[in-house]
């Protein structure tokens, strides 16, 4: 939603508490509410922040602006769980309260140091001319949630780089952390900049190199770059914004990529033998992946469910935007999976076999097979006119098409209101979680992942076989 730049950046104090009680009120009038799924309490939630593992939980922030739907003056709102389906929100834990973030407590990582969490962000500061200067900053947060911000600026923007320089994701690769920045250099061509913390202290990084993965710099920006080791494959998440669709189709503003690498050269440095990029996924909204190595050995990454610079029907209830389902990452023949992890079995709350239903509640999950050499065509949030979401499998042709243009409350048109991809011309599963205006469709066990929103009318609940043969089960969810 586009509001005015003083609204947006006005301080936090300011706003009344009448006002906040307003926003309050407007967000619980949405149909729409999530149930298993994170949604801001109020405002815009975007990018999954400091996904890490601290104190015996899982520990996972999401930049907010709260006071509508618009991108503001960001925070970082903070979460925990112990088994990533069962979320706790604690509120909002970083502030753009020093003069390092003053214009915004953007997005980065977090890693356990010295039994407090290290949280790696860029501080977003403007200067009176409204110039932008990004600085890579830390803070570190206690047992207790107490925030510690450091006093030190730990990156600065480089001469080489424009205003565009943000999203630090910290990792630890054989006991040495590193760092990588999205970066856009002088001529508007985005990259990665690598860092390495000198003796290991977090509060110290030296610059290693621009970080080649074999990219074509057709993009003007790299957002939330981030390396993860599935295996002993480096893969790169980022999401290039502007990126050229001769190097990748895409129907987004901006796609949400990958590479599966071979190695990492830390010296070079580069990611030696990555792939070409892949989408990571074919729906309508995923963007900001972040993804990190557990301690208990699983990849596990969370998607933004959104995009910047598009409005949501949501936003005239002050609110927009959902986190994903937590997915485990796994390359299986060479190929990536992004599966939710295992515990989101613990939702289904009651089971039947799958067929057409007239009513449900929207919130379920259907695990469903498709036969070889078939063609099936299903319809969800469908009403008694027979519109919704309909799903076609196409098993002989080897393809998926999703089509939300007649579900519900129409938006971002001019994206296109199909999605599509290949898959291999056999016999195909599918996990489908629907929770009230979310969908998540995981192929194969998660070789292709469709993700996005359709916002229903109120009758718009019902499931159709329209054609073809679908068999499964038919979950209730209750979170
Ligand atoms: C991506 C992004 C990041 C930035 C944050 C600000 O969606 O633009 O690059 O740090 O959002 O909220």
Redesign the pocket.
Known sequence: MNLPQELRYRPYEDWTKEEIKNIRENVERSPWHATYHIEPKTGLL??PNGFSYYKGKFQLFY?NWPFGAA?GL?SWVHTESKDLVHFKETGIILKPDNPHDSH?A???SAYEINDKLFLFY?G?VRDKNWIRHPLQIGAFMDKKGHITKCKNVLIDQPEDVSEHF??PQIFNYKGQFYAIV?AQNHAKQGFIKLYKALNNDVLHWQFVGDLDFGGKASEY?I??PNLVFVGDKPVLLY?PQGLSKSELHYDNIYPNAYKICQSFDTHTPALKGASDILNLDFGFEC??TQGFNAPDGRVLTVS?IGL?DIDYPTDRYDYQGAMSLVKELQIKNGKLYQYPVEAVTSLRSSQEDFTSKSETNNCYELELQFKANSKTKLTLFADDKGNGLTILVDTSQGKILVDRSKAGEQYALEFGTTRSCTIEAKATSANIFIDKSIFEIFINKGEKVFTGRVFPQMNQTGIIINSGEATGKYYELKY
Request: charged share 25%.
């Open positions: 975007n990018d930049q991108h960001k915004g953007y997005s980065g860029t977003n943000r999203d999205g920006m957002e939330c999401s963007y900001a933004w910047p």
